[in-house]
């Protein structure tokens, strides 16, 4: 079955890290760009960044909110994708999702894991 | 950024109904341009890409249409399974990717 299953979301206090996994499954994750989207309580959605294929030199992009504080990885060896997020605020607090687009990252989102929540709070 | 301007941000609509929901782009996007329908507690599922694609296995009653800054997704039917909130997102290969705001579709 080709998947994305989300994990390490929790309750954390501000100014801590954290990391998310999204470990995908029935397809060849190395041909896609992953990406992540979030969404804070009540909120719509809010792209997070992506990073690019190998053949795309797994070029990683991100939102100008974002920058400099998350920091998106692969391991296509054990087909998962990272999102490390440093110095965590209270506006942090979201579902984060993962998604799988085209290798140079500019795409739709055909396939979306089910989410893994994120809260911040002291 | 690309702005996309989502309207209206609800509507309430009757089973059978014909739904359109509008999409306006701050720049010119070509068709880079899907829609995506959420229903409370679950993730997103696309529904239309490159403006007026279908999705493999999306019914025929949803559609998309349009290009250059102005775009329209219609629900021909509506449907008791369509009750639920639809996004616009761009994905311009030069610009970060945006959403727009969102379109809550409620039973009248």
């Known amino acids: 079955e080709v998947q994305l299953v989300e994990s390490g979301g929790g309750l954390v206090q501000p100014g801590r890290s954290l990391r998310l996994s999204c470990t995908a499954s029935g397809f060849t994750f190395g041909d896609y760009a992953m990406t992540w989207v979030r969404q804070a309580p009540g909120k719509g959605l809010e792209w997070v960044g992506f990073i690019g294929s190998k053949a795309y030199g797994g070029t990683t992009k991100y939102a100008a909110s974002v920058k400099g504080r998350f920091s998106i990885s692969r391991d296509d060896s054990e087909s998962v994708a990272y999102l490390q997020i440093n110095s965590l605020k209270t506006e942090d607090t979201a579902v984060y999702y993962c998604?799988?687009?085209?290798?140079?990252?500019?795409?739709?989102?055909?396939?979306w894991g089910q989410g893994t929540l994120v809260t911040v709070s002291s | 950024d690309i702005q996309m301007t989502q309207s209206p941000s609800s509507l309430s609509a009757s089973v059978g109904d014909r739904v359109t929901i509008t999409c306006q782009a701050s720049?010119?996007?070509?068709?880079?341009l899907s829609w995506y329908q959420q229903k409370p507690g679950k993730a997103p599922k696309a529904l239309i890409y490159?403006?007026?694609n279908l999705e493999t296995g999306v019914s025929s009653r949803f559609s998309g249409s349009g290009s250059g800054t102005d775009f329209t997704f219609t629900i021909s039917s509506l449907q008791p399974e369509d009750f639920a909130t639809y996004y616009c997102?761009?994905?311009?290969?030069?610009?970060?990717?945006?959403f727009g705001g969102g379109t809550k579709v409620e039973n009248k």
């Open positions: 490159d403006a007026a």
């Open positions: 998604t799988r687009t085209v290798p140079y990252g500019s795409g739709s989102y055909g396939l």
């Open positions: 720049q010119d996007i070509s068709n880079y």
């Open positions: 997102q761009q994905y311009d290969n030069l610009r970060p990717i945006t």
